[in-house]
């Protein structure tokens, strides 16, 4: 089925979770494809998830180094549109691309899982699409 994402085979928790009346909460890391999130507390819902997330990460296409590296945003996923909004929790917070030694600062971006891309805005809400294809072979 194409766009389908099969939650238990693509996305995982490593850490705990906490089932109550009022919901299902965990702590640890979300992994979800190429991409690491780790946190405090994450709010599970039906297919989406909240969360301040300490340390997001995604390697680049070849798996061998950090293609996008943040801390501190806050998070909202969605397992059907297959999409990471993320919003500084600071106002502007850095982002790191290390395959390029290049960093920036930003207030929101979006990773677009099957686009394999992230579009970055800073504070004038101006866009720029980042694709996927960042490598330790080709830095430039």
Known sequence: MP?????????????????TPAGLTGQGTVKI???????????????VFDATVDIFRIKSVNLSALSISTRNYLTHFDFDKLKGEFKSSRGISRVDFP????????DRFDWL???RS???????????EIADTLSADDPG
């Open 113 to 115: 899982v099957e686009k």
């Open 118 to 128: 992230i579009r970055l805005y800073n504070e004038r809400n101006q866009q720029v």
């Open 99 to 106: 395959v390029n030694q290049y960093a920036c600062s930003m």
């Open 3 to 19: 766009g389908y994402f099969d939650v238990q085979r693509e996305a995982a928790l490593a850490g705990s979770l906490n089932l």
């Open 33 to 47: 494809r190429d991409a690491e999130m780790e946190a405090f507390l994450f709010e599970f819902k039906r297919r």
